[in-house]
């Protein structure tokens, strides 16, 4: 009887101690599968972070140049027409982060190779191919469908706009001078773009001064992949074999003294005296002097040419300046200081 006993509370223990296993293993599954619930809940913000950080929200400075026009129309006050400068804005952003997308998905190798470049979301594999195309697609579709609705004009410059960046990113970034040159048609495009939101006619001072700026950025830019990535910019940038510190440094000696010849000029054209009824935005060529100077100190000193969007948003003098020529602009152009 007493051996029955043992027996029952060993069967008894053993019982139970299964039964708390199997509790355990039971509660550890449901935790793995809170987690797995969890994670899956979240995969959509990642992916969704992934594609902004694509966009390249720090380049969107870049498309501050289709305000231009608003500015220099004497339109700041006309909310309607501000409200269509704000969204050709936005427009551009999309359009411009569809095409960052796709240069994503096109480099994806190049950039694997890259310091840098190796984190983006789709050379890292944080975004897959088909993740990025798909966003590529709605940001462009969406951006021509609001173009197009607000004029068949703006979404023609919009399609340029687009063509020029597909190609940039296909074939003419391989050919020297031409690759520089593409970058600065987009900035022209975007200006065109910004008088065509907003129905005015663009000065072609205008469009030129923002050529030239646009093309020293470039020129720069290339500079400074040059001098950071030495022998092995070759083969992250093929077109780099085409260029020499010495002949880059020649044409941005020249785009520089272009873009400031070209401002000067603007200000005291007969154009502008006439649009603007006084002489003294020649006043603000100090601005552009010293904007100028500054950029080339911190390619040549620093070699932070590579990344203008980081300069434009981080150098303080560089920042200051800026900040002084567009009060300087706004108080004679609005209040005939």
């Given at each position: 009887?007493?051996?029955?006993?043992?027996?029952?509370?060993?069967?008894?223990?053993?019982?139970?101690?299964?039964?708390?296993?199997?509790?355990?293993?039971?509660?550890?599954?449901?935790?793995?599968?809170?987690?797995?619930?969890?994670?899956?809940?979240?995969?959509?913000?990642?992916?969704?972070?992934?594609?902004?950080?694509?966009?390249?929200?720090?380049?969107?400075?870049?498309?501050?140049?289709?305000?231009?026009?608003l500015v220099f129309?004497?339109?700041?006050?006309?909310?309607?027409?501000?409200?269509?400068?704000?969204?050709?804005?936005?427009?551009?952003?999309?359009?411009?982060?569809?095409?960052?997308?796709?240069?994503?998905?096109?480099?994806?190798?190049?950039?694997?190779?890259?310091?840098?470049?190796?984190?983006?979301?789709?050379?890292?594999?944080?975004?897959?191919?088909?993740?990025?195309?798909?966003?590529?697609?709605?940001?462009?579709?969406?951006?021509?469908?609001?173009?197009?609705?607000?004029?068949?004009?703006?979404?023609?410059?919009?399609?340029?706009?687009?063509?020029?960046?597909?190609?940039?990113?296909?074939?003419?970034?391989?050919?020297?001078?031409?690759?520089?040159?593409?970058?600065?048609?987009?900035?022209?495009?975007?200006?065109?773009?910004?008088?065509?939101?907003?129905?005015?006619?663009?000065?072609?001072?205008?469009?030129?001064?923002?050529?030239?700026?646009?093309?020293?950025?470039?020129?720069?830019?290339?500079?400074?992949?040059?001098?950071?990535?030495?022998?092995?910019?070759?083969?992250?940038?093929?077109?780099?074999?085409?260029?020499?510190?010495?002949?880059?440094?020649?044409?941005?000696?020249?785009?520089?003294a272009s873009t400031?010849?070209?401002?000067?000029?603007?200000?005291?054209?007969?154009?502008?005296?006439?649009?603007?009824?006084?002489t003294s935005l020649?006043?603000?060529?100090?601005?552009?002097?010293?904007?100028?100077?500054?950029?080339?100190?911190?390619?040549?000193?620093?070699?932070?040419?590579?990344?203008?969007?980081?300069?434009?948003?981080?150098?303080?003098?560089?920042?200051?300046?800026?900040?002084?020529?567009?009060?300087?602009?706004?108080?004679?152009?609005?209040?005939?200081?």
């Open positions: 009887m007493i051996r029955d006993l043992g027996e029952t509370g060993y069967r008894t223990a053993l019982d139970t101690g299964e039964t708390r296993e199997h509790e355990a293993n039971g509660t550890d599954t449901a935790a793995r599968a809170a987690v797995a619930g969890g994670g899956s809940a979240r995969r959509p913000v990642r992916i969704a972070a992934a594609i902004l950080e694509s966009m390249r929200p720090k380049q969107w400075t870049k498309n501050l140049v289709v305000l231009a026009p129309s004497l339109k700041l006050a006309d909310s309607s027409a501000g409200l269509r400068a704000a969204l050709c804005l936005a427009l551009f952003c999309c359009i411009s982060g569809a095409v960052y997308l796709l240069n994503d998905v096109i480099d994806r190798e190049r950039d694997r190779l890259h310091p840098q470049k190796r984190h983006r979301p789709v050379a890292s594999g944080r975004l897959s191919v088909a993740a990025a195309l798909g966003a590529s697609f709605v940001l462009l579709a969406g951006s021509m469908a609001a173009g197009g609705a607000h004029s068949a004009e703006l979404a023609v410059v919009l399609v340029a706009y687009y063509a020029i960046n597909v190609g940039y990113s296909t074939v003419l970034k391989q050919i020297v001078i031409v690759d520089t040159l593409s970058i600065a048609l987009g900035f022209v495009l975007r200006a065109i773009a910004g008088a065509v939101a907003i129905a005015v006619v663009i000065s072609p001072w205008l469009l030129l001064c923002t050529f030239l700026l646009a093309l020293f950025l470039a020129l720069c830019k290339r500079r400074s992949e040059l001098i950071a990535l030495g022998d092995a910019g070759h083969s992250r940038r093929p077109v780099l074999r085409e260029y020499t510190p010495e002949l880059l440094d020649q044409m941005v000696s020249i785009s520089s400031l010849l070209a401002y000067c000029l603007y200000t005291i054209s007969d154009n502008a005296v006439e649009k603007f009824g006084t020649f006043y603000t060529v100090p601005f552009v002097l010293f904007g100028i100077f500054r950029y080339l100190y911190l390619v040549h000193q620093h070699n932070r040419g590579d990344t203008p969007e980081q300069v434009l948003l981080e150098d303080l003098p560089l920042i200051s300046g800026i900040v002084g020529w567009s009060v300087a602009v706004l108080a004679i152009l609005y209040f005939k200081l």
